[in-house]
């Protein structure tokens, strides 16, 4: 009869398989510590098997998030499960640079200001520049996927900020949205900042992302050619969200609009903006990443 | 309580003579036996009363200078803070010089035909003897030592296992529950920066390859300074089979921290242009295409070369603000280490503590002793200094020589 190591050697033994032994034993350490974080009392058997079972799901390529559940995302710590798109760094780096200069958005009064985030998935935008902000934000966040609508809505509430961030479900291409969304504006003229992290990859690409990505998060979060419209290029919601832009009120004069977009993609992007907008662009600007990578267009108007 | 503890000292130090009045067997008349006496007590302290003269030259030139100059103004603050350092000097410099005219006034009153007024004057001149000694032996010599200029910094303690392999890591462990310990009879608050353990291998769990804690509290950096350098342990490692005795090292360094900005603020400043921040690992494209988790940081001081890399959170954010926290105390030390430098080359007292890789402290355990090799002082209760008890006399010893040592200086000046 084979000897059956302890759980922690055959955890070892399991991680280093596909991650190489530092970074496994990384990310054992953050397995305990997050058990331990989330039931401090808990028995050493019921630990032991915890651990257990999170190296046997991460063992099989889940990704680590959605084994713990939670995110760290700036100061906060956001809920995920899946297939709502987790989190990423580069989003919590360009956000966090928006929270700092927001407060020009303001236009003196003392209201809040009013931010739009499209595609809102887990909420993380909206929440982070609630944190970063030194003015006050309300938000309204929306996304077409209900999974993902409840998730924000759970941490929404969580964190505290349900009178400041409000979910709701809706699809961008579809005629109502607009209506929709200005239902919850406070303001005839739009909102004050426009924000999104639409799906950009392409399809080509898509086929081509590793299975931690593509077998875990939806589609829908990922996939940036609007089915049926023959664009292959990532870019069909860019096109969407600058035409109800300049058609509707959606934001205001004095406002911000900023994207998040895929490496390649900002002078595309930076294009579309200015051919719908026009003179309505004060000012453009290409942001890079922590990777160096460009990584959003934002748009002073 | 320890048991026993023998102060084994062997080196020679420079140690302020007490100044002791002369007796009363003398052959010359009362009056000026007893000025003699005033006159011996100067003579005798002259090194510590010339310092304490410079001292009041140097306020009374600050005090002369022109205020509205174009000083800038770090200068001023830094003027009035070596003012305000000044105070109770020139207050006890004018005690001193009242005392000593008072003396000599009540002299000259000894031999009045007034009977009355000779036992006035007997008395008066018993106790401002007894004022002016106690300047000269305590006033004075607390005065000049100059107060702490580090007493606000709480301390960031790195540990590091050196030379033995698993059992150096368990020594850090254990080093690391000492400090742990007497940081929380200290009243000092205790958080685990970064930690890197060795991950059960060989069933000898506990093992720590390398840990970053910070002691939080006025006075902590004072308290945990003179614990940089490497510890050495001698003992019979867990792992032995054989019963014999294994030297292992771990290297100790303490670096001073502050929350308070105003403190760091005009103590010194980083400029956030110098530092570089990278993040691990290329990403490929990044973004919406890659899931992994990637949150290390390294931060990169340009002018210095200083680097601190970080990844011990999932948090990216939270490994910036870490690896912040420990670039400004690199920093800082760094900065305290040249102005003690700048202080040595200007002193002719023996360095201590000078290398950072100097071997400070063996615990021998199969002799039950810990010796500190700066001081020559040996605990002759291993026990009690691992519990963090014995430390606290061991630190103030360190302590007790470092000021006898600035106070030596100050008189070789």
């Keep these: ?301 | 309580m320890f048991r026993a503890a023998s102060r084994l000292n062997f080196r020679g130090r420079a140690s302020i003579p007490s100044v002791r009045l002369a007796s009363t067997a003398s052959k010359a008349s009362p009056q000026s036996q007893n000025l003699d006496v005033a006159q011996q007590l100067e003579k005798d302290a002259s090194r510590i009363l010339n310092v304490v003269r410079r001292r009041i030259e140097e306020r009374d030139k600050l005090l002369r200078e022109d205020v509205d100059a174009q000083g800038s103004s770090t200068a001023h603050i830094q003027r009035a803070k070596a003012l305000k350092e000044l105070e109770p000097l020139h207050h006890a410099w004018t005690r001193w010089t009242d005392a000593r005219n008072s003396f000599s006034e009540t002299v000259t009153l000894l031999d009045d035909p007034d009977p009355d007024i000779r036992a006035l004057a007997t008395e008066e001149r018993a106790s401002l003897t007894e004022v002016l000694s106690e300047h000269v032996n305590t006033v004075f010599p607390s005065l000049l030592v100059p107060p702490s200029s580090t007493k606000h910094f709480s301390a960031i303690i790195e540990l590091k296992s050196g030379v033995g392999g698993d059992e150096a890591a368990l020594f850090v462990a254990d080093v690391l529950k000492m400090y742990t310990r007497l940081a929380a009879t200290r009243g000092f608050r205790v958080e685990t920066v970064s930690i890197s353990q060795l991950e059960g291998s060989k069933g000898s769990g506990g093992g720590i390859k390398e840990v970053i804690i910070e002691a939080t509290g006025e006075g902590a950096y004072d308290v945990f300074r003179w614990e940089s350098g490497v510890h050495r342990v001698q003992r019979v490692p867990a792992t032995e089979s054989q019963g014999r005795v294994h030297t292992s090292t771990i290297t100790v360094m303490v670096l001073p921290t502050s929350d308070a900005p105003e403190e760091t603020e005009t103590d010194f400043k980083i400029d956030e242009k110098d530092v570089k921040t990278e993040v691990m690992r290329a990403r490929g494209a990044g973004g919406q295409h890659v899931n992994k988790t990637e949150s290390a940081v390294r931060l990169t001081h340009i002018p210095t070369g200083i680097s601190v890399s970080m990844q011990d959170s999932r948090s990216q954010h939270s490994n910036r603000a870490k690896a912040w926290q420990i670039l400004r105390a690199r920093l800082l030390d760094r900065k305290l280490q040249e102005e003690q430098a700048e202080k040595r080359d200007n002193r002719r007292s023996i360095i201590k503590g000078a290398d950072r890789s100097e071997k400070i402290r063996t615990y021998n355990f199969p002799q039950n002793r810990v010796t500190d090799h700066r001081i020559g002082l040996t605990i002759t209760n291993l026990d009690s200094v691992l519990e963090g008890d014995e430390l606290q006399y061991v630190i103030d010893e360190l302590q007790k020589d470092h000021e006898e040592s600035v106070m030596a200086d100050l008189l070789n000046e």
């Design chain 1, 1 to 301: 009869m084979p000897r059956i190591g302890k759980p922690t050697d055959l955890s070892n033994r399991i991680l280093r398989l596909s991650l190489g032994s530092e970074a496994a034993n990384r990310e054992l350490r953050w397995m305990k510590e997050a058990i331990y974080e989330a039931r401090p009392k808990i028995s050493s058997v019921d630990f032991d098997a915890t651990l257990k079972s999170y190296v046997k799901r991460r063992a099989t390529g889940t990704p680590l998030t959605y084994v713990l559940g939670t995110q760290p995302f700036g100061p906060l710590s956001i809920k995920c499960r899946p297939p709502t798109l987790i989190p990423r760094p580069e989003t919590e780096d360009w956000v966090t640079r928006l929270g700092q200069v927001i407060s020009s958005v303001q236009s003196g009064s003392q209201s809040p200001i009013s931010v739009l985030d499209i595609c809102t998935g887990t909420g993380c935008i909206p929440m982070l520049l609630s944190c970063t902000s030194r003015s006050p934000i309300t938000a309204l966040g929306v996304d077409i996927s209900e999974a993902a609508v409840n998730l924000a809505k759970e941490n929404v509430t969580e964190a505290g900020l349900s009178g400041r961030i409000q979910i709701i479900k809706g699809d961008l291409f579809d005629d109502t949205f607009v209506r929709t969304v200005l239902s919850k504006a406070t303001s005839q003229d739009g909102f004050d900042v426009i924000t999104s992290n639409p799906p950009y990859i392409p399809q080509e690409e898509y086929d081509r992302l590793p299975p931690s990505v593509k077998h875990y998060e939806d589609q829908l979060a990922l996939l940036g050619d609007r089915q049926g419209s023959g664009e292959a290029d990532g870019l069909s919601f860019y096109h969407r969200i600058a035409e109800l832009i300049s058609k509707e009120n959606l934001v205001r004069d004095g406002g911000i609009l900023a994207v998040e977009h895929g490496l390649g993609q900002s002078a595309a992007v930076q294009n579309i903006i200015s051919n719908a907008l026009g003179h309505r662009v004060r000012r453009l600007e290409a942001w890079k990443d922590q990777w160096e990578k460009e990584r959003a267009v934002v748009a002073f108007l």
